[in-house]
């Protein structure tokens, strides 16, 4: 059974910082490109920042660039987003997604609801 299960979301001020972590299990995390994805409240969810943990490459929307780093630990198949620079926009429910096969920059192009496996999600409020 493939699992993605988030943690590390909470209340910050605006200016700070945050780090989730996506621990997967039950599938080979280097076939996969790694996502996290946000859904504020009435808005659709977007893709926020992209990883292949098989060769570390990376990709960000344009909102974030300068802000968030995906990284992942291959050795215990997990994927974090440090976030920093926090602003009241990104509060959302963050969620980290697989998609099998396609690299980062092609996953980009993948509608939400064609992503492979999801996780629960975890909140993450920015106060002003």
């Known amino acids: 059974e493939v699992q993605l299960v988030e943690s590390g979301g909470g209340l910050v001020q605006a200016g700070g910082s945050l780090r989730l972590s996506c621990a997967t299990s039950?599938?080979?995390?280097?076939?996969?490109?790694i996502a996290w994805f946000r859904q504020a409240p009435g808005k659709e969810r977007e893709g926020v920042s992209y990883?292949?943990?098989?060769?570390?490459?990376?990709r960000y929307t344009d909102s974030v660039k300068g802000r968030f780093t995906i990284s992942s630990d291959n050795a215990k198949n997990t994927v974090y987003l440090q976030m920093s620079i926090l602003k009241p926009e990104d509060t959302a429910v963050y969620y980290c997604?697989?998609?099998?096969?396609?690299?980062?920059?092609?996953?980009?192009?993948?509608?939400?609801?064609?992503?492979?496996?999801w996780g629960q999600g975890t909140q993450v409020t920015v106060s002003s």
């Open positions: 990883i292949s943990p098989s060769n570390r490459n990376t």
């Open positions: 997604a697989a998609l099998w096969a396609l690299t980062p920059t092609q996953a980009m192009t993948i509608p939400a609801h064609k992503w492979d496996y």
């Open positions: 039950g599938l080979t995390f280097d076939d996969y490109t």
